[in-house]
């Protein structure tokens, strides 16, 4: 079984920055990528970043220049650095581990941008 953590969601004014970390643990030795994703109220779930095992990094364009997701030198752990926040960015962020061909889930940690 794998356990996917998040911390470091919270309340910013737009413009500001937050950084999340997420750490994987447990049958994780088939681990490929790590991401973040969000959801927004009324809304479908959606990519925001994306790190392979060999640190290839995506980003969708909405979110590119402002935010870096980045690894851990344990590679089981994530960040997403999140800069020039704006209140569109307001959402539950979710961290995955895709272990093999399976996509496990954190439990989400809130994000709220006040204009």
């Known amino acids: 079984q794998v356990q996917v953590v998040e911390s470091g969601g919270g309340l910013v004014q737009a413009g500001g920055s937050l950084r999340l970390s997420c750490a994987a643990s447990g049958s994780i030795f088939r681990l490929n990528a790590m991401g973040w994703y969000r959801q927004a109220p009324g809304k479908q779930r959606e990519l925001v970043a994306r790190i392979t095992y060999d640190d290839i990094t995506n980003y969708p364009d909405s979110v590119k220049g402002r935010f870096t997701v980045s690894r851990g030198n344990a590679k089981n752990t994530v960040y997403l650095q999140m800069n020039s926040l704006k209140p569109e960015d307001t959402a539950v962020y979710y961290c995955?581990?895709?272990?093999?061909?399976?996509?496990?889930w954190g439990q989400g940690t809130q994000v709220t941008v006040s204009s």
């Open positions: 995955n581990a895709q272990v093999g061909v399976v996509d496990f």
